[in-house]
């Protein structure tokens, strides 16, 4: 992006690399919006983070549990019960996910998922759709009415 100098008593223009030519007024909403945006996203990512009990999911320890449950899962026909579903409560308290997730993980699905949950919510890292380089051009869209 390239900016033109702008005060709010002259009226200017902001020049985006996509040729849309529009004013500070709405340049200055734009980009309100977007660090608003950001700022809850941010927000509630950090409640996440203090909310958190326990130790944190790694992709050694998911793999781990998602291995030795094997055995269980033959033993029980696949159902939660009994020591399979022990060892979900545990993979529960001590590492403060949900029962549907250690239920997903114990049965090897969305593993992968679950712990980039779980190391973005330690490191603080916003995802994808909550990201400037990704909303930036959607809130101009949004904002023309495209």
Known sequence: MSYEPMSRSTYKTYVVDDGWNLPYEVVEEITFMMVESQS??????????KQHKGDWLTEDVAYDYACRSLVLRALTGNQYI????????EL???YGVTELEAINILFERNVDD???????I?????PAEDRDEETEDEMFRYYLDI
């Open 40 to 49: 809850k996203a941010f927000k509630r990512l950090y409640e996440q983070k």
């Open 82 to 89: 009994g020591k399979l579903r022990e060892r979900g409560e």
């Open 92 to 94: 529960q308290e001590r």
């Open 114 to 120: 679950y712990v980039q949950k779980y190391y973005r």
């Open 122 to 126: 330690k490191n603080l890292i916003l």
